[in-house]
T-cell receptor, first 111, second 113 residues
């Protein structure tokens, strides 16, 4: 009920390709779905986030697709670059008191 | 603007020792959080605060205590450290709760022997 599943665990993509990371949640009380990017030795930083009243949000090369009925959401990184190599975490939260993070996806973008 | 800062950056403790991790933010945020990050498990919320003088339990609060005596500071205490508390600890802050952007500090790596 509180778990957020994330796949794949690791991903290797060629430069210029599309990176896709998927997440699934169980608790229908969640109403905020952010994606965080984390570089080694650093704290996570918000990349993009979506609320369940929209099915897609795009910011530059990053897009979240959200399927409320399936309780799934995904991150698409278009034109992936070596600088995108990092660990990506999805999360699902209520507005105030609950947040569950996925276990993370290690993305490597190779030239 | 330093954002969110954490001290210390790294610490080694022996089992049973106590310590306090300090988090400071200069963004005037009401909400502050403490997380732990373990390999393969993402981040887990330990405790959080919705304002000066208030704290609440998160997902994994056992073995930790917190205090928010000043709006800009959030302290995480370990009264009697255990090897299971070996982790990387992150502090974060936000304007308006978990449904808003959280700004994370650089982390504190804690090793309990």
């Amino acid at each position: 009920q509180q778990q957020v599943k994330q796949s794949p665990q690791s991903l290797i993509v060629q430069k210029g390709g599309i990176s896709i990371i998927n997440c699934a949640y169980e608790n229908t009380a969640f109403d905020y779905f952010p994606w965080y990017q984390q570089f080694p030795g650093k704290g996570p930083a918000l990349l993009i986030a979506i609320r369940p009243d929209v099915s897609e949000k795009k910011e530059g090369r990053f897009t979240i697709s959200f399927n409320k009925s399936a309780k799934q959401f995904s991150l698409h990184i278009m034109d992936s670059q070596p600088g995108d190599s990092a660990t990506y975490f999805c999360a699902a939260s209520t507005s105030y008191d609950k947040v569950i993070f996925g276990p993370g996806t290690s993305l490597s973008v190779i030239p | 603007n330093a954002g969110v800062t954490q001290t210390p950056k790294f610490r080694v403790l022996k089992t049973g020792q106590s310590m306090t991790l300090l988090c400071a933010q200069d963004m005037n945020h009401e909400y502050m959080y403490w997380y732990r990050q373990d390999p393969g498990m993402g981040l887990r919320l330990i405790h959080y605060s919705v304002g000066e003088g208030t704290t609440a339990k998160g997902e994994v609060p056992d073995g930790y205590n917190v205090s928010r005596l000043k709006k800009q500071n959030f302290l995480l205490g370990l009264e009697s450290a255990a090897p299971s508390q070996t982790s990387v600890y992150f502090c974060a802050s936000s304007w308006g709760g978990l449904g808003e952007t959280q700004y994370f500090g650089p982390g504190t790596r804690l090793l309990v022997l």
